[in-house]
């Protein structure tokens, strides 16, 4: 498959892009500044400069891509639009370029409603006043893909951290688990490769975490 990884230098998006290789994929790093791109092991993504928030910058990169992942953040907490300006973007770009699949991470503290008690007090006493403006920017984006007509995946999932993958990770279809702590990025990175052309998980809200 020909893959696009939007913002392929972080550190989920560089897992992305070296599993892809790995799997024979090819892949477009497309970066903000091509000098960042780290090596990677198993051969060299073509690259592309674009970025999300400047308008139309994304559709020669997306241009001919089977699949489109993007792995997009922020630095701080202050309120952003990185996120649902991104998605307008990225659904524009995957339309006009004749994409089939578009992947984006959320946050699985959108939706605590599985959690229990002692996790639901602490996530609305704590995590959701820490990162209420990106939380809210995080809902816009998933209301943008919601509205457009594109075969996107939504890859909802708790604090990321480093380290390996999961044997056996917990995924939920379209409700929240009632029990995730923590992802690595390797997990996650893995999840998503896997499923780059998985029509059962188009339209779909995935939330994902370690066992």
Not at 110 to 131: E, I, N
Not at 176 to 188: F, I, M, N, Q, S
């Amino acid at each position: 498959m020909r893959i696009a990884v939007v913002g392929a230098a972080g550190r989920t998006g560089h897992l992305v892009t070296a599993l892809a290789l790995a799997a024979g994929h090819t892949v477009t790093a497309v970066v903000r500044d091509p000098a960042r791109l780290p090596a990677f092991p198993y051969g060299t993504p073509l690259t592309a400069r674009a970025d999300v928030t400047e308008p139309g910058s994304l559709h020669d990169p997306l241009s001919g891509q089977d699949a489109v992942v993007a792995a997009l953040g922020t630095t701080g907490r202050r309120a952003t639009t990185v996120f649902s300006d991104g998605a307008r973007e990225l659904t524009a770009a995957a339309r006009t370029g004749g994409a089939r699949h578009l992947l984006m991470m959320s946050s699985a503290g959108l939706d605590t409603s599985r959690l229990p008690y002692a996790q639901r007090l602490v996530t609305r006493l704590v995590v959701d006043r820490l990162y209420r403006e990106i939380h809210h920017d995080l809902a816009r984006m998933e209301a943008v893909l919601t509205g457009s007509d594109t075969a996107w995946t939504v890859v909802r999932v708790p604090m990321l951290k480093d380290g390996p993958p999961s044997a056996g990770p917990q995924v939920s279809y379209d409700r929240p688990l009632p029990r995730a702590g923590t992802a690595t990025r390797a997990t996650v990175a893995r999840w998503i490769v896997d499923h780059l052309d998985d029509p059962a998980t188009f339209r779909r809200l995935v939330h994902l975490a370690d066992d």
